[in-house]
């Protein structure tokens, strides 16, 4: 099935972490700035992330107040006619995101996410007044599965629909660990910062399978080791 090329690319401590207070710490400083140097000199159609951290990134917790929108009763795709090419794409089963408008307004115009056109890709939970938020928004929405998301499915519409070729996968833990087991990435690109996590931080890929990548760099950056692998 056609899809597009998948490039995890993650800020990760010592132990393989990338969740938690780490990530805050004055050390960790330097590999957040080669982390977005590195964003932005990837060339793709722009950035897959959990719910979780789009609402920590982006939405900040906003919800809309659904009884203002009108059911939408069928579970059908939505996509508008104004498809950007670079896109924020939303891993968020139930309809959990409140955007403020339709593409990422990054107050530095960051080219890694500014003006990145927000996708939503849901699931049959997804509330029917969410759909009718979304299409007031004009914020495109794919279905992919009942409760969870089908990876497959998902990505086999970005590509086929959306005309996705090259997507970035941003974390968190969650949604990479879905990915990998997947078996869908197909190059990570990592910059491990000289932390150790915390007990309570999660890993790379939350309920992980085993699986085999092949070192193809390995630099040290301003005090962090930048390492990318590609998938035998
Ligand atoms: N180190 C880094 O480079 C980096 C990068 C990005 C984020 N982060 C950190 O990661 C943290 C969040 O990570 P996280 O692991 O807790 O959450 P996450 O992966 O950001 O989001 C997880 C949520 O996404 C939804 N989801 C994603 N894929 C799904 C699938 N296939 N099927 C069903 N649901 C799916 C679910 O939403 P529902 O809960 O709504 O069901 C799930 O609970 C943030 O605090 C952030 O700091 C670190």
């Given at each position: 099935?056609?899809?597009?090329?998948?490039?995890?690319?993650?800020?990760t401590?010592?132990?393989?972490?990338?969740?938690?207070?780490?990530?805050?710490?004055?050390?960790?400083?330097?590999?957040?700035?080669?982390?977005?140097?590195?964003?932005?000199?990837?060339?793709?159609?722009?950035?897959?992330?959990?719910?979780?951290?789009?609402?920590?990134?982006?939405?900040?917790?906003?919800?809309?107040?659904?009884?203002?929108?009108?059911?939408?009763?069928?579970?059908?795709?939505?996509?508008?006619?104004?498809?950007?090419?670079?896109?924020?794409?939303?891993?968020?089963?139930?309809?959990?995101?409140?955007?403020?408008?339709?593409?990422?307004?990054?107050?530095?115009?960051?080219?890694?996410?500014?003006?990145?056109?927000?996708?939503?890709?849901?699931?049959?939970?997804?509330?029917?007044?969410?759909?009718?938020?979304?299409?007031?928004?004009?914020?495109?929405?794919?279905?992919?599965?009942?409760?969870?998301?089908?990876?497959?499915?998902?990505?086999?519409?970005?590509?086929?629909?959306?005309?996705?070729?090259?997507?970035?996968?941003?974390?968190?833990?969650?949604?990479?660990?879905?990915?990998?087991?997947?078996?869908?990435?197909?190059?990570?690109?990592?910059?491990?910062?000289?932390?150790?996590?915390?007990?309570?931080?999660?890993?790379?890929?939350?309920?992980?399978?085993d699986?085999?990548?092949?070192?193809i760099?390995?630099?040290?950056?301003?005090?962090?080791?930048?390492?990318?692998?590609?998938?035998?």
């Open positions: 099935m056609k899809r597009p090329y998948i490039i995890c690319h993650m800020v401590s010592l132990d393989g972490k990338v969740t938690g207070d780490f990530l805050g710490r004055p050390e960790c400083a330097a590999a957040c700035e080669v982390y977005y140097d590195i964003n932005r000199s990837l060339k793709s159609n722009g950035f897959i992330c959990g719910r979780v951290t789009m609402e920590g990134s982006f939405t900040g917790g906003h919800y809309p107040e659904l009884s203002e929108y009108k059911p939408v009763h069928h579970k059908t795709d939505y996509i508008s006619d104004d498809l950007t090419g670079f896109y924020a794409v939303a891993f968020d089963p139930k309809g959990k995101l409140g955007w403020r408008s339709n593409k990422i307004i990054d107050p530095d115009g960051d080219p890694g996410y500014g003006g990145a056109q927000i996708i939503e890709v849901l699931t049959e939970q997804a509330d029917e007044r969410y759909l009718g938020y979304l299409e007031s928004m004009e914020i495109p929405y794919i279905f992919a599965g009942e409760t969870e998301i089908d990876v497959e499915l998902a990505l086999f519409k970005l590509r086929n629909i959306l005309g996705c070729e090259t997507l970035l996968l941003e974390g968190g833990s969650i949604v990479n660990g879905y990915f990998q087991r997947a078996d869908v990435i197909d190059e990570l690109s990592l910059v491990v910062a000289p932390v150790v996590a915390d007990k309570g931080d999660k890993p790379l890929f939350t309920d992980s399978i699986s085999g990548y092949e070192l760099k390995a630099e040290g950056i301003k005090g962090n080791v930048v390492l990318n692998y590609k998938k035998k």
